[in-house]
């Protein structure tokens, strides 16, 4: 139950006639009104998710490793925005850690997507020593990374 104001939301399905659903939906939207906060998560819209696109990245692309990941783009085609895959081999360890990875990479990505010079595809494949990086480690790397791959300023 979400209350403010005297307006009142409860996103419990026994309560909304429409169903948890669009209880869930008006949440959102409760707390994007009230709030002015929107989600920040990677919109699916920015994320490669096709074999032909990891492997057209593979073969075509650029390639940079920059201590604990790798690096691989190559400018966007078609695409009117950056677009991130993230690549997380099962050496690194079990789903919980490879889970750990992905999050990791795709917030960096994430939070520093605007500051990149040129719309690319990015491709980032973690290395065994990003399991025991925390979040300013990688941030360092990527944007290192980001710096010698010339996508952007300093």
């Excluded at 709030?35 to 073969?59: E, I, N, V």
Aim: glycine share 8%.
């Amino acid at each position: 139950m979400v209350s403010a104001a005297g307006c009142q939301l409860q996103a419990d399905a026994k309560c909304c006639p429409t169903g948890g659903a669009r209880a869930a939906s008006a949440l959102r939207l409760y707390r994007i009104v009230m709030t002015g906060l929107r989600s920040q998560a990677l919109p699916r819209g920015r994320r490669l998710k096709h074999t032909r696109d990891f492997s057209r990245l593979r073969t075509d692309g650029m390639r940079l490793a920059c201590g604990c990941l790798i690096l691989n783009w190559q400018i966007a085609t078609g695409s009117q925005q950056s677009r991130l895959g993230v690549v997380t081999p099962r050496f690194l360890g079990g789903a919980v850690v490879r889970s750990r990875c992905r999050r990791l990479l795709r917030e960096v990505f994430r939070r520093h997507q605007d500051k990149l010079n040129k719309k690319v595809d990015v491709v980032l494949v973690a290395r065994p020593s990003l399991t025991k990086q925390d979040y300013a480690s990688v941030e360092r790397d990527y944007l290192k990374a980001l710096r010698l791959a010339k996508l952007i300023d300093g």
